[in-house]
């Protein structure tokens, strides 16, 4: 259903050409928009009370957002809008647009070798520093060398907990995690 976008005083109308003024809100216009149509005719209305001149350049500028006010009208209820610039007298017929198709991004694949690869290294290099700092502390006491790997491990454990789900922050995770328990492992045979 074709509709006419004009003003009258400080409304904005939408008039069908067989019902006469239509109310907005039943042709399901987002309130946004409506808001927008009411500023705009009430802007429209004060030029007409100072008696402005058409060739202003604010006169340009309030029929250039009425033009696009009537654009978006249009594309929201998906038919031609008439539009009826109130301050030059001219009627411009404004075509529905075709809404953009949005597609979905494809995943990308996941770096399984890249990755892999990562957590290997990054596994080694946290099991020798973990190692180092208990064979280290060992020849002093049991004890020092047990805590030293509580501390580590408790230190890094809630960088591991953030980084597990960040796309390539969670090889890092995944390969501090396993230098961390081939520690722990590697630890009693430190001890005994």
């Known amino acids: 259903m074709p509709v006419e976008l004009r003003t009258n005083g400080e409304r904005a109308e939408l008039v069908a050409p067989d019902e006469g003024v239509v109310d907005p809100r039943v042709l399901d216009v ?3 928009l409506i808001i927008s149509l009411t500023e705009w005719a009430q802007v429209v209305a004060a ?3 100072t008696d402005a001149p058409e060739d202003a ?6 029929s250039r957002r009425g033009m696009q006010l009537a654009d978006r009208l249009s594309s929201v209820l998906e038919t031609p809008v008439r539009y009826h610039d109130p301050l030059t007298g ?12 949005r597609q979905t991004p494809q995943p990308e694949p996941t770096p399984w070798l890249t990755g892999l690869t990562v957590s290997a290294l990054l596994a080694v290099v946290t099991l ?3 190692l180092t700092l208990a064979i280290t502390l060992s020849d002093t006491s049991a004890l020092l060398a047990l805590g030293a790997n509580v501390v580590v491990t408790a230190g890094l454990a809630p ?6 789900r960040v796309l390539i922050w969670r090889w890092v995770a995944l390969g501090v995690a396993a230098g961390l328990a081939l520690g722990w492992v590697a630890m009693v045979f430190v001890l005994l």
């Open 57 to 62: 350049s604010a006169a340009v500028l309030v």
């Open 47 to 49: 030029m007409q009370r």
């Open 90 to 101: 001219e009627v411009l017929f404004v075509d529905a647009a075709p809404a953009p198709q």
């Open 30 to 32: 987002p309130d946004d």
């Open 159 to 164: 960088s591991i907990w953030l980084a597990r």
């Open 128 to 130: 020798s520093a973990v």
